[in-house]
């Protein structure tokens, strides 16, 4: 890395003219920890030299409420208007997402650079100009200004002002000299960092010349001498001499691409050495034992063992696939160590693979981190082909089955293989802590399990540590269990009042619905804490919506999402504190009272109202705490009075109870102090309770640097995620199956880990955790036997897969044969029907007013459709290559319907067929659960379709006032 600190001018040049059409020629990168102190006091210097505010692209300034930050940034950074990317270098922003982002944007878009380093005056200097050429390899040569952190006052002036130089510069004829207005004669040293040939670093002084400079073009492509090769790379792509990318032109020249030893110990090497033998594996390890290190040794080994001079066609690319967005960035993390910079890692999720062309991309890299879902979306579209790939590996690859994305993947895989012999596939390499035994209840139907999986991954061994046990076990130290049985509350004066709610509002039921629905029908199971009283309800609520008494319907529609409502109350007062259950149902009962709130609710609403004063009362009595709590907070606190320095993940099963434990962690005293985050999925959006990607990224990056002493997850933490220092691993009445219990466990790696579950004794999980164990020890006993199976009747381990592989093929075409028929069937029985609003009846559209997007995403086409909806905004969130920015729901009773999505820039409805009623032409009603069960055909949306979705400027404001109110 070559950062150099120069003279500087305190003269200010010519103020800048605002660009009258106001669009951003500046961008600043830079790490959140550097706002207040540096990027804010420069941003106020810039537009003291006449820079109009527009024209600075600063992300808290620039990006407004309920804009897209992805869509911005990159709409930013590939304008023409942009002359000049400001990059603050420091040691905050190395590891940053969104940083890292930007930078690689502006290297895409051929944007010049001007970096500045903010010296904290602890970084040893040599250090941090590695760090940063690993991870910006396109500013290993490039000058940089230097400014020491306790000087940023006396020079953020001095800064302004060169940065608005270079943006004058930009308007000058190429080529042309300009002239440094300076106060001062004297020169400053100018200290560079080069690597030597031997690879070792020093510090070169070189000069100035202050009276002439260049033309700031050079601040692209600087070229501070002529063994700079970087700039000479970049040269040529300029003129055409070579066709190289910007990424291609940043490499570092051999000598310094020097790649660091990958340390592998003898049972790692054991892991390995079938999938460098070139065999189609699955590396089935403990948590903890390095499995993403052995990943990395094959991946390397793989790449440098490409042959050299091989055309194009053969390059080697290794696509290594994760199934959760905050796996991304970790694993990622631990190739670059060890693989950059000699070969090119992209990192890619959901979120960002929305924005780039993903089939133009994947190519120009050697390796690829992505989820697989957008590796799969891009197959699909024939965006690009898997024998662009030399080498697939999946990270947790038990999830190959049924219809996970894993699998989507491999069954192109086999269908090819099978289909195109002799075409050119990627070697297949699985890792997993863990294969299950899936439904299996004997031995054998163990192994069929395990044979299975083979079969999906098309792998022709498994890879287990047996010779070098002994070392496994010194390395990887299994986490002490522990099961804890707490009883519930001694007296639960609110569960009882909600129980008396939820009595009468049954009573009621069976005397309204009486004439309409049979005894049984209206009899609730005894138990309401077990899932067959939620069961009970929804059948009863899909069963009153196909009632032709409209009245009676919808008092059972009403009454039944109540019963819903107080169902969860209960659940949450089980586990988390009654406050939390009241401040749930006041949430529900003040939604309702806002939007469609009819005489049917106000009657079952009273319930509430009348009960609420005493219910407030236990909640705020301690007598009434939830002892699962009182546990749960004792061992927290024991844990930290042993090792203050402890991390902690702790489980549980909703994001509503995530939400809870934090705001019960966040009011206790003691709790606080451990700052607790919490962990869910990207999936839902941040109004349910959902996170984006970047905030996945910041909450780790806290939990490993201990900004966060203590997470709170879903199961979205349960796998892959590498906290070496977390050696506490809560589970709060939350059990999977035997593949959970091993994950969870693994989650604790530091020395002395420790797993306890937390569980009520009246719930059952402390049974199934039992059971959970013994499939466990099923599963180490069917491993053992597939080993000893493919060492010595290997041809009959072959045979099986193969013969499984036969059977889901069979599988897959009898599927798709039904699937068919299925679809003649529908299109025939689903003429004439039409989609009524689940709760006030009233006409929503008819089913040949729907088209598909995808085989996922119903819209609807016909534009007099908006006339019977309103749309509440939404917070645009990008999703592949649509983007939701509305919730949708009925005009008349403001039931949910679904969401709005922009696909091709045109809007369309999405809607959810759970909230419809389906009439068919004689007036029978009946209801549908998911899209896929629909009793009626949908046509794949046609270009046309899109075309008369767009909305002119002339409709949009005609229909503006109709749609948002």
């Known amino acids: 890395m070559a950062f150099t600190s120069g003279s500087q001018s305190s003269a200010s040049p010519a103020p800048i003219q605002p660009s009258a059409r106001k669009e951003p020629s500046l961008f600043i990168i ?147 000299k300009r002239k440094r ?46 063994h700079d090769e970087l700039a000479d790379k970049l040269e040529d792509t300029k003129t055409g001499s070579e066709k190289i990318t910007p990424l291609q032109a940043a490499k570092p020249p051999p000598e310094q691409r020097k790649l660091k030893d990958i340390p592998m110990r003898d049972y790692q090497m054991e ?54 967005v905050p796996l991304v960035e970790q694993q990622y993390n631990a190739f670059r160590e060890y693989l950059s910079p000699k070969y090119d890692i992209l990192p890619l999720s959901g979120e960002a693979a929305a924005d780039i062309p993903v089939g133009e991309t994947l190519p120009d890299y050697d390796v690829i981190i992505l989820t697989a879902q ?11 082909t898997l024998d662009t790939f030399s080498m697939l590996i999946f990270d947790e690859c038990h999830h190959c089955q049924k219809n996970d994305p894993y699998n989507a993947i491999m069954t192109r895989y086999i269908k090819q293989k099978v289909e195109k012999s002799g075409t050119r596939l990627p070697q297949i390499i699985g890792l997993t802590a863990s294969l ?38 010194i390395y ?111 949430k529900f009962v003040t939604g309702l009272q806002n939007e469609g709130f009819d005489g049917t609710d106000e009657d ?76 869910v999925g990207a999936g839902a959006s941040e109004s349910t309770g959902g996170m984006t990607q970047n905030q996945q990224v910041e909450l780790l990056e806290l939990f490993t640097t201990g900004g966060r002493k203590i997470v709170i997850s879903t199961s979205v933490a349960e796998e892959g995620i590498d906290i070496a220092k977390c050696n506490f691993v809560f589970r709060y009445d939350y059990v999977g199956n035997e593949i959970g219990k091993v994950q969870t466990r693994g989650r604790g790696r530091a020395e002395g880990s420790k797993s306890v579950l937390i569980a009520g004794r009246e719930g059952g999980n402390v049974l199934k955790e039992k059971l959970n164990t013994i499939r466990e020890r099923l599963m180490e006993k069917a491993m ?75 819209v609807v086409v016909e534009k007099s459709f908006s006339q019977r909806i309103k749309i509440n905004p939404h917070p645009p969130k990008k999703i592949d290559d649509w983007e939701m920015n509305g919730k949708v729901c009925c005009k008349n009773c403001r039931q949910d319907w679904g969401i709005q999505m922009v696909y091709r820039k045109a809007s369309f409805p999405t809607l959810k067929i759970e909230s419809f009623v389906l009439e068919k032409p004689d007036g029978t009603r009946l209801t549908c659960r998911k899209w896929k069960k629909a009793p009626f055909d949908v046509e794949d949306i046609t270009p046309d379709d899109i075309s008369g979705m767009l909305t002119t400027p002339e409709e949009d404001s005609e229909e503006e006032e109709e749609m948002y109110y």
């Open 271 to 324: 892991l390995a050495k079938p999938a460098l033998d070139g065999r189609n594996t699955i590396i089935c390890a403990p948590t903890g034992s390095g499995k993403t290190r052995v990943a990395i040794k094959i991946t390397r080994d793989h790449l440098e063992d490409a042959q050299e001079g091989a055309g194009a066609d053969a390059r080697r690319r290794v696509v290594f696939l994760v199934n959760k």
């Open 476 to 586: 990887n130290q299994k986490p002490d269990e522990e099961t804890m049985a707490v009883s519930g509350r001694i007296e639960d004066p609110f569960a009882d009042m909600i129980n008396t709610i939820m009595d009468d509002i049954e009573k009621t039921l069976a005397t309204e619905a009486s004439k309409h629905l049979t005894p049984e029908e209206l009899k609730p199971p005894r138990q309401r804490e077990k899932q067959a009283y939620e069961q009970w309800v929804v059948a009863l609520a899909r069963k009153s919506a196909t009632l032709k008494d409209d009245a009676i319907s919808r008092t059972i529609h009403a009454a039944t999402t109540h019963l819903r409502k107080y169902t969860d109350a209960l659940a949450i007062n089980a586990d988390a504190r009654t406050k939390d259950a009241l401040q749930y149902l006041d």
């Open 30 to 176: 830079h790490a959140g920890e550097d706002k207040e102190s540096f990027v804010r006091p420069l941003h106020s210097a810039l537009l003291g030299q006449k820079l109009h505010e527009d024209e600075i692209f600063f992300d808290e300034k620039s990006i407004n409420t309920g804009e897209n930050i992805s869509d911005k940034i990159t709409s930013t950074l590939a304008s023409e208007s942009l002359k000049l990317v400001v990059i603050v270098m420091s040691k905050h922003l190395l590891d940053k997402y969104w940083p890292r982002l930007e930078y690689e944007l502006s290297l895409t878009h051929h944007k010049k650079f001007y970096p500045i380093w903010l010296d904290q005056n602890t970084d040893k200097f040599q250090a941090f100009g590695r760090e940063v050429g690993r991870r910006f390899p396109m500013l290993k040569k490039t000058r940089a200004h230097r400014i020491q952190y306790d000087n940023i006052a006396a020079k953020i002036t001095d800064v302004a002002i060169e940065i608005s130089e270079q943006l004058l510069s930009d308007q000058c004829t190429p080529g042309t």
């Open 436 to 473: 299950g035994v899936g439904k299996a209840k004997s031995l054998k139907d163990a192994v069929e399990h395990i044979l299975k999986a083979c079969a999906n991954l098309d792998a022709e061994w498994i890879s287990q540590v047996v010779e070098h046990r002994d070392e496994l076990q």
């Open 784 to 858: 053992l036997q597939v080993w000893h199976m493919q060492r010595e009747k290997h041809g009959d381990f072959k045979k099986e897969v193969q013969r499984l592989q036969k059977e889901s093929k069979k599988e897959r075409d009898l599927a798709k044969a039904l699937k068919e028929l299925e679809r003649k069937t529908k299109k025939v029985h689903g003429r004439g029907m039409k989609l009524l609003c689940v709760k006030c009846k009233e006409f929503a559209c008819n089913v040949s007013d729907f088209r598909k997007i995808k085989e996922v995403h119903h």
């Open 181 to 226: 207005q300076t106060s001062e004669q004297s020169m400053e040293v100018i200290g560079q960092i080069e690597d030597t040939s031997e690879g070792q670093i020093h510090i070169e002084t070189i000069t100035q010349d202050q009276e002439t400079v260049e033309d700031m073009t050079a601040v692209k492509r600087p070229k501070l001498n002529k």
């Open 604 to 679: 079952l609403v009273k319930h509430f109202i009348e009960a609420r004063g005493k219910l407030q009362e236990y909640a705020a009595d301690p007598k009434y705490s939830n002892p699962k709590l009182d546990q749960l907070k004792y061992l927290i606190l024991k844990a930290y009075a042993e090792k203050p320095d402890s991390r902690c993940l702790l489980f549980c099963k909703t994001r509503a109870l995530t939400i809870a434990l934090l705001t019960w962690m966040q009011e206790d005293p003691a709790l606080c102090k451990l700052n607790p985050g919490r962990l």
């Open 374 to 384: 957008v590796l799969e979306n891009a197959l699909r579209d024939e965006l690009i």
